[in-house]
């Protein structure tokens, strides 16, 4: 028996079988001795906002009508979401209705069936109370050229049952035959990459950082920089999303141990995409933003001509960008332009992130004897139909 659902009284079975009689029909319900045991049980993560539980019970139903009993006390399941389907005999076993007793944690099914036999059936239903965490490790070697990825489970069970010899299954990763107690923390390796590829790039965001930092009282201003990682099958990975979660970024000393180079928080990274690790900020790279002019362009006036009622507003931007490097570095330089607008004239190739902002990949080439080596924006645009 297990002693916690029988101190919780977390689920009761109980079959009962209808009497036939020559003067009429007697309904009566049979309580078995011993209760079904649950059987395979899986514990199912596909969903962040709720946990499937799959169970596997089998009950004793008699040929005719059958009705069965199903209560829960001290847990929280979704009465909407409690389904039951016959595995042994789906052809011949037919459940016809299910009725909810008033102020009862409690459904009835009522189960029609051809012959008398044990039939196994799977019940399943969404229990609140049991969350997870995705959490991943990830170690950079020393060139920083690849990382050793891998990423944890962290199952937490308050739910108020315990679940032995059950089958965690998130929606990608193997399978863990494990159990959970409730109120109990488990911490599950689900995803091991070895010598996934990365760029380390640094990301310029106009709206966030400062154009000229040299004119900064505190010049102690860097440029983040991250890890690039792309879920596809050339990276070792692709064959499904990977969930968001806290990661810790460690570096290979190259003496044998390690350099934690600081945490970040990753969101989902759809198949195809990139997920990237924040590890610092650098001066490595400088840039010197400026916008050169601005003018209205494109004037609508009022009826009489006195008032401008609608016009462009004519752009241009400039920005340097400097690596101070002794290796190539890349750049993500983001520029954000405001309501509508058109491009007239920008030398370097970009590609728009959402509807007002631009995001350029600036490849910048090492260092020389003479200095840094330089990369120049200019960008000529035109924000439309401004009121003034």
Known sequence: MESRRNRNMFMVLVIGAICLSIAGITEGRIKLVALPERGATMIRLDNPMATLIEEERVLTLQ???NKVDFSWQGVSIDVDSIRLRALGHPDKVTLLNVSYPPNEAALVWEIASEKAWEE???ISYLLSNIDRLITYKAVADKPETMVDLKSFL???N????DFNDAKVLLDYGEAFERGIDHEETKQLLFLKAPKVPITKVWTFDAAQLPWDPEKLENKNVGIPVSYRIENNEKSGLGQFAMWGGKARIYQDDGSKSTIFLGEDESNLVPVGEKMELYIGDSRDIVVTQRKMSEKQVNK???SNRTRVVLYDLDVVITA????FKDSKALLTLIQHIPGGWKMIDCNLKYERKDANALKFEV???ERDK???SVKNLKMHYQQLHIRP
């Open 154 to 156: 962290v199952l937490r």
């Open 320 to 323: 340097k960008i400097e690596n």
């Open 120 to 122: 196994k059936v799977r």
């Open 363 to 365: 490849e910048l080439a």
């Open 300 to 302: 609508i006036y009022n």
């Open 158 to 161: 308050f739910s108020g049952e």
């Open 370 to 372: 003479e200095g840094p």
């Open 63 to 65: 040929k005719g009508l």
